[in-house]
């Protein structure tokens, strides 16, 4: 497993009876997690002196219970600042465990010694493009909601990223990959990070067991004579790891490379376990 273990403003302190105690800055959280299946004493005093808690409906959905939150508030990784605030359905417009991906491509693009185009798609609050113009490529960032790409630009200007080389685009991806080929676009490197369901500003249905395979496809027609590297995040139950792996492999033979997918997870401090959140492939050359 692939664990991100360098957060400083965030740790899971402890998981039980299907629920996670995070500490996200100074506050302290509690989240329903689907990974969590065990029910273990819940020991540690963050689950009583928690600043908000999210409860799961069994009809679906939920609704948050605040006890002392801010609307709004800042933690750091190395730094890259993002604005936080809870949100529908638990999330809080951050994936933390993604800053273990975050180190591994930003290494490769400082280490590539050129100039580098990366493409971030389903590219949400913005965690990977600000790690990418952080490290010196340009990014091209592409999200369905208007929301969450204004919510990106926000976390780049806190970050002191205002002025960097991003293209902020609101847009299906599905549909702007499909127009970039046509103009004879090019990247070095890819990233997404595909919902297991959603639907484009048109209604557009995004199944990812259906959609992710051909979606691949068409992005490695945007790759350059040069690719650095391809990364695929996955959240979906079920989806294993060497999925990831036979896919990036299958599509991006005629590259060379290397191809490997792993879990990615974050450690508990009260267990010292991981907390298993999702899969990633990862090709590079």
């Not at 492999?249 to 401090?269: A, K």
Request: aromatic fraction near 12%; proline fraction near 6%; include cysteine.
């Amino acid at each position: 497993m692939w664990i991100a273990n360098d957060w400083k403003d965030y740790e899971v302190l402890d998981c039980s009876g299907g629920e996670k105690l995070e500490r996200w800055g100074d506050y302290l959280l509690v989240r329903p997690d689907p990974q969590v299946i065990w029910d273990t004493p819940r020991t540690h005093r963050g689950w009583k002196h928690r600043n908000a808690h999210y409860h799961r409906s069994k009809k679906g959905g939920g609704e948050w219970e605040f006890f002392q939150l801010p609307e709004q508030w800042p933690i750091h990784y190395k730094g890259l600042t993002f604005h936080l605030k809870p949100f529908n359905f638990k999330h809080t417009g951050l994936f933390p465990e993604q800053a273990v991906n975050w180190d591994w491509f930003s290494e490769k693009i400082r280490r590539a010694n050129r100039p580098v185009k990366v493409l971030n798609l389903f590219a949400y609050t913005g965690g990977a493009t600000l790690a990418a113009a952080k490290a010196g490529a340009s990014v091209t960032h592409v999200d369905a909601s208007k929301g969450m790409v204004a919510w990106a630009k926000e976390n780049a200007a806190a970050s002191g990223l205002k002025d960097a080389p991003i293209r902020w685009l609101v847009d299906d991806c599905v549909k702007f990959v499909q127009r970039e080929i046509r103009r004879g676009s090019r990247y070095d490197a890819v990233i997404m990070d595909p919902p297991s369901y959603g639907r484009g500003p048109k209604g557009e249905i995004w199944k990812i067991e259906d959609s992710l395979h051909p979606f691949l496809r068409l992005c490695v027609k945007l790759l350059s004579d040069r690719p650095l590297f391809f990364l695929i995040n996955s959240y979906t139950t079920g989806l294993a790891p060497a999925v990831l792996t036979y896919l990036l492999g299958t599509e991006l033979r005629d590259y060379g490379g290397h191809v490997e997918s792993e879990e990615i997870g974050l450690p508990v401090t009260e267990s010292g376990l991981a907390l298993p959140c999702g899969a990633s492939g990862r090709w590079e050359r």
